[in-house]
């Protein structure tokens, strides 16, 4: 501004004031003239860039309502994609959702794909066995299973005739049943019948050796007709000649390849009789189920048997035909014996002959004085033996396992003393 340098000069002529009063007030307002024109054209050029302001601030302001109008525009359209993006996100976890569901459906897919892949390789091998059995010319279709198996389907077997017992008749015997019973064909062979049926120690044995007993004839030995009728039968007959034969202790032993031979036709006859057999194998059951309660009629009084007796009975005769058959039909060679491996020379053959302890197991029933591990003689054999030659591939026929031992009852007279002098001493004590 020129203020200050006409402040400086109106001092420095102040000095000369006294000398030019009136030309130094004529200057000053010459001036102050200039400077209110100055002023004055400052003024204007004030005014007109405020009015380029207000233009301006005119300009802005509807540049303002411009962009207040795009900025509601934008949020409108904000909102509108947040509330797209919603929708993508719940769109978004409905298809996560989805595939998830599609990887558990995906992996059940895989596990059944899988499943059916090693369906499909057993289906393989089975079939290429079938075809090497069929190129090989031999249909026979030959059961197998291992010695624990047999084991355990014998122990199952054993079980259920006990329970059978235990369940199903009685723990002793009234006076008229033990007479009819020690008179009759079944206990002809038994020393001191009565007395014997009167222990209530030894009647649950006798009558479990009794059910044994009718399994070994009707069900286990080779000539029984249950399995193939007559015709089993008469080629069981032929069978065990062929096999004395073999077994001939006065002829040369004969080789492994001709025991493997027998037993291969053995086997391969035995499948081929048993097709021969038009009788339903359920209606053989249901008659040898029959036959079991018939024979226990003289103590249970009942012919037909209760709803669970004649089941527990039809369990058992089922168990023993499925064990007998596959013992017929198997590559390995099984003998069930009630007496001993050879038999013996006495009759009757449940009777009176020597413990063997290699194939025989003693039935622990009483301690009584007398008894030893050493040589005794059977009194009772209660539930059969069982023994295993060869192997399931047809070979190795010398060889021979006991798979169950036989249960033999030894030292009957000596506990039957025993039992009748503690009766006697308790009867003693009683009138003392």
Not at 225 to 245: N, V
Not at 303 to 314: L, S
Not at 363 to 369: F, G
Request: hydrophobic fraction near 40%; charged fraction near 25%.
């Amino acid at each position: 501004m020129v203020w200050p340098f006409t402040f400086f000069q109106g001092t420095r002529s102040s000095h000369n004031s006294a000398e030019n009063p009136i030309a130094e007030l004529q200057r000053k307002a010459a001036e102050y003239e200039r400077n209110i024109g100055e002023l004055v054209a400052e003024n204007y050029q004030l005014q007109h860039r405020a009015a380029d302001c207000e233009r301006k601030i005119g300009e802005v302001g509807a540049e303002n309502c411009k962009l207040q109008r795009k900025a509601g525009d934008y949020e409108r359209k904000v909102k509108e994609l947040q509330a797209e993006n919603y929708k993508l996100q719940r769109r978004a976890a409905d298809c996560e959702r989805k595939i998830g569901e599609l990887g558990a459906e995906n992996c059940k897919l895989q596990r059944k794909d899988a499943e059916r892949k090693e369906q499909m390789q057993l289906q393989t091998t089975r079939f290429a066995a079938e075809l090497k059995a069929i190129r090989n010319k031999d249909f026979v279709n030959i059961p197998n299973l291992s010695d624990a198996a047999v084991q355990g389907n014998w122990r199952t077997l054993c079980f259920s005739v006990r329970q059978f017992v235990s369940i199903h008749l009685p723990e002793s015997l009234d006076l008229s049943t033990i007479e009819a019973l020690a008179g009759s064909e079944a206990f002809s062979w038994l020393p001191n019948a009565s007395k014997t049926l009167q222990a209530p120690l030894f009647c649950p044995i006798l009558l479990e050796s009794w059910v044994w007993h009718f399994l070994c004839i009707r069900i286990f030995d080779p000539s029984s007709t249950y399995w193939a009728g007559e015709e089993g039968k008469t080629w069981a007959i032929l069978c065990g000649g062929f096999r004395d034969r073999l077994s001939d202790s006065g002829r040369s032993h004969p080789s492994a390849s001709t025991i493997a031979e027998f037993h291969d036709w053995r086997v391969r006859s035995a499948h081929f009789v048993s097709k021969l057999d038009k009788r339903n194998p359920d209606n053989m059951v249901k008659a040898e189920t029959t036959n079991l309660l018939k024979l226990l009629e003289a103590v249970t009084n009942d012919r037909e048997g209760t709803g669970d007796m004649y089941r527990d009975a039809h369990g058992i005769i089922r168990q023993a035909t499925e064990l007998d058959q596959f013992f017929r039909l198997a590559r390995a060679d099984f003998h069930v014996f009630i007496t001993r491996v050879k038999l013996p020379l006495v009759h009757p053959p449940n009777l009176g002959f020597q413990f063997d302890p290699e194939t025989m197991e003693r039935a622990k029933v009483i301690p009584v004085a007398g008894q030893h591990a050493g040589a005794a003689v059977v009194d009772l054999a209660i539930s059969p033996g069982l023994i295993k030659a060869g192997n399931c591939d047809g070979s190795n026929y010398h060889h021979e396992r006991v798979l169950v031992k036989l249960q033999a009852l030894c030292d009957l007279q000596p506990t039957l003393r025993f039992l009748e002098e503690r009766r006697m001493s308790v009867e003693e004590g009683g009138r003392h």
